[in-house]
């Protein structure tokens, strides 16, 4: 099975600035079809996960811009710029691209300092 | 909009039985495959189990093969994961997922003596 090491574990960001989390594969997330099927999710307090970015880049409907997503093959990273309140959570990049099984990275947990 | 609310939690003792449902609304149900994740107490996420657009195929992780089956009826828009010979790791919220979003707001399984 495909195994998402995601780094750092926790981030401690101040109201303002700017995080970056970190997936990495231990195998390619290129789909045969030329897909890469590599999502992020946030889970806010109390909530299930809402998808942010799918398919590596791809801000969901009603997502700010100021979410972004990017890489390639097996190294994927989420930057979330003038970081709010509202973004505070655990997120998750999970990959569909060999499946089954889904699987998910171990979280980040985003805490405002 | 689309919605997916689950329903079926509970206490249940080991070994014991228990049925999940999902309502989905909002989509043509029919059209897309159907997934089931976890979420144990303070812990990440985990693929539980697939099941295809018109229920020829399903796909489970190895800890629950043979003991949850994965379903749905169509006409009425619901998605079933029955779980047998519940184990005390098997505890978690139940979340149902339309592929890559919504998540329902989950529902709980304690299983416990």
């Known amino acids: 099975d495909v195994v998402l090491t995601q780094t750092p574990v926790s981030l401690l960001i101040s109201l303002g600035g700017q995080a970056s989390i970190s997936c990495r594969s231990s195998?390619?997330?290129?789909?045969?079809?030329?897909?890469?099927?590599l999502h992020w999710y946030l889970q806010k307090p109390g909530q299930s996960p809402q998808l942010l970015i799918y398919?590596?880049?791809n801000r969901f409907s009603g997502i700010p811009d100021r979410f972004s997503g990017s890489g390639s093959g097996t190294d994927f990273t989420l930057k979330i710029s003038r970081v709010e309140p509202e973004d505070l959570g655990v997120y998750y990049c999970?990959?569909?691209?060999?499946?089954?099984?889904?699987?998910f990275g171990g979280g980040t947990k985003l805490e405002l300092k | 909009e689309v919605q997916l609310v689950e329903s079926g939690g509970g206490l249940v003792q080991p070994g014991r039985s228990l049925k999940l449902s999902c309502a989905a609304s909002?989509?043509?149900?029919?059209?897309?495959?159907m997934h089931w994740i976890r979420q144990a107490p303070t812990k990440g996420l985990e693929w539980v189990a697939s099941?295809?657009?018109?229920?020829?195929?399903?796909y489970y992780r190895d800890s629950v093969k043979g003991r949850f089956t994965i379903s749905r009826d169509n006409a009425k828009s619901t998605l079933y994961l029955q779980m047998d010979s519940l184990r005390s790791e098997d505890t978690a919220t139940y979340y149902c997922?339309?592929?890559?979003?919504?998540w329902g707001q989950g529902t709980l399984v304690t299983v416990s003596s």
């Open positions: 997922a339309k592929d890559p979003t919504p």
């Open positions: 909002g989509f043509t149900f029919s059209n897309y495959g």
């Open positions: 099941i295809s657009p018109s229920g020829g195929s399903t």
């Open positions: 195998q390619s997330l290129v789909h045969s079809n030329g897909n890469t099927y």
């Open positions: 398919q590596v880049s």
């Open positions: 999970l990959q569909r691209t060999h499946n089954p099984p889904w699987t």
